[in-house]
């Protein structure tokens, strides 16, 4: 039982680093246990549907080590694990051992991993406290968290609102004070679109820089695991901690753990800044609550020396298209593994039907109508007469996206932008349009298909005080640099704000 009748940091958790949080441990205003106990008892009610399960025995015991720890080696032990007893949550696409993965599908509602990927391995040799697996779209297959079987996220103090897609329910758990950070997962926009939706930092890392072992795939040359939190200097934290080559991902890149918490701490020269404003970002389409503090804060930091460039990006009107042939495409491929024979939850025995597609059928009918459609969709455009006019065709202008970023980034150091054209738009105000709603993406897509790092911070807020993203987008393996821009910049906006 905690000592305190009113946990007296909670009230202020939305504010606190990471750093500060160590601050008070080492002062014992709280232990980790009671940290834990205080996160725990807001994720178990679970206000905002953003937990699908609370891992209480797991962080638990991890927090009562975290204590040891600390009472044995003192702030060193801070300096040694800077992550050490922080309480964090998971996308429940991301494997941690013999914890249960649905990845917000009732196909796999039963299914608990055998072993946990190479982040969760770093995180939990830092000592850090997992409180729960968060909910999200179905597989990761959509951009407001209502494609999930387990609830619809809110945001934290708009219950009528989507917390966005699909790293919905790891943004909202930053949001609402049960976590202190969280791992989510961008294939196309799903941890930057929920991060400005709810008002906090998060990074989408170069393709190749955060191992994906462990991560269940969606579109498996497209995911990218990342870090949301309060702050720059925490996401810098966190990201620190999970970058690194990986030799079981064939795909990670053989490049040293980046140094993001120590360069959000770096003064902004902004004088030696350039920074690129695409056109194709600010045409019709953009609602003026979200363009205005947008241009308020580019007009910020050109205030304090920064070069704002004119570019073009012209092929990133094709993203959406592009984006959504080939994510789909290779979702038809990875998902085909869920047969209820290797994995997957089973309604009906292969005996108790008379032939094996029946049995598919009626097990795989536990999947929802998007990730049936988009499943349709990539076998459809990878079947025989129509790859070539549909993948590969979109294989080619995913590679023109990627040369109008490199021409861009000879003229500038970062494309600054909106993360998405609106503010957290109402629950059930666009499931009956796609279009709409895969347009959600059109800012953030681009990125993804040409491998960049970007990220989401937020800017400002609209009349009825829903949060605004700005996003960064930079070269390949910028993310210290970016880092410390972004905290140059969430300094500037708090104080004009």
């Known amino acids: 039982m905690c000592r305190f009748t009113v946990f007296p940091v909670r009230v202020k958790a939305e504010y606190m680093k990471i750093r500060q949080t160590h601050e008070a441990i080492a002062k014992k205003t709280f232990s980790f246990l009671e940290l834990t106990q205080d996160r725990l008892k807001l994720a178990k009610e679970n206000k ?3 937990y699908i399960t609370v891992c209480a025995d797991l962080a638990l015991s991890a927090a009562t080590k975290a204590d040891a720890v600390f009472q044995k080696e003192g702030v060193q032990a801070f300096v040694r694990n800077p992550i050490l007893g922080i309480p ?6 991301i494997l941690i051992r013999n914890i249960r993965n649905t990845c917000g599908s009732k196909l796999l509602d039963n299914y608990v991993a055998p072993y946990s990927a190479s982040v969760i391995q770093q995180l939990e040799g830092a000592g850090a406290v997992f409180i729960g697996k968060t909910n999200l779209d179905e597989f990761g297959m959509g951009s407001s968290n209502e494609n999930s079987p387990y609830g619809s996220v809110s945001i934290p103090g708009f219950p009528e609102r989507v917390a966005g897609g699909s790293s919905g329910g790891s943004a909202a758990a930053v949001k609402s004070g049960s976590c202190d950070a969280a791992l989510g997962t961008d294939t196309g926009g799903s941890i930057r679109l929920p991060s400005s939706f709810c008002g906090i930092v998060g990074i989408k890392p ?6 994906r072992y ?15 939190a309060r702050t720059v200097e925490d996401a810098g934290l966190l990201l620190d901690l999970i970058t690194g080559h990986d030799f079981k991902d064939s795909t990670s890149i053989p490049m040293p753990p980046t140094r993001c918490a120590a360069a959000s701490a770096l003064m902004t ?31 910020w930091a050109e205030k304090q020396g920064a070069k704002l460039v004119p570019v073009q990006l012209p092929h990133s009107e094709y993203g959406v298209a592009v984006y959504y042939l080939i994510a789909v495409s290779e979702a038809s491929s990875n998902l085909a593994r869920f047969d209820s024979v290797r994995y997957g939850q089973r309604k009906v025995l292969a005996e108790d039907v008379r032939d094996l597609s029946t049995f598919y059928e009626i097990n795989r009918s536990q999947l929802g109508e998007e990730v049936k459609k988009r499943i349709l969709l990539g076998t459809f455009a990878l079947s025989a007469g129509y790859s070539e006019a549909y993948f590969k065709r979109a294989c080619q202008v995913r590679r023109k996206i990627k040369e ?6 000879n003229t500038v150091d970062f494309i600054v932008g909106p993360v998405s054209s609106t503010v957290a738009f109402k629950k059930g105000e666009k499931t009956q349009d796609p279009l709409q709603m895969y347009l959600n993406d059109i800012f953030t897509v681009p990125a993804n298909l040409a491998g960049l790092p970007a990220m989401s911070l937020p800017c400002g807020q609209d009349s009825n005080g829903l ?3 700005l996003q960064l987008i930079g070269p390949a ?7 410390s821009l972004a905290a140059g910049f969430e300094k500037g906006i708090e104080g004009v704000r």
């Open 48 to 50: 905002h549907q953003e």
């Open 88 to 93: 964090l949550a998971i996308k429940d696409l």
């Open 206 to 211: 170069t393709y190749g820089r955060v191992s």
């Open 214 to 228: 462990g991560q269940v795939a969606y579109a498996s040359s497209l995911d990218q695991i990342g870090p949301m």
């Open 269 to 299: 020269e902004w004088s030696k800044i350039r920074l690129g404003v695409p056109e194709e970002y600010f045409k019709s389409g953009l609602h003026p609550d979200v363009e205005k503090p947008i241009r308020q804060a580019l007009t």
């Open 404 to 409: 109008d970023f490199d021409r861009v980034f």
């Open 467 to 469: 949060s605004v993203g």
């Open 477 to 483: 393996f910028s993310e210290e640099f970016m880092v």
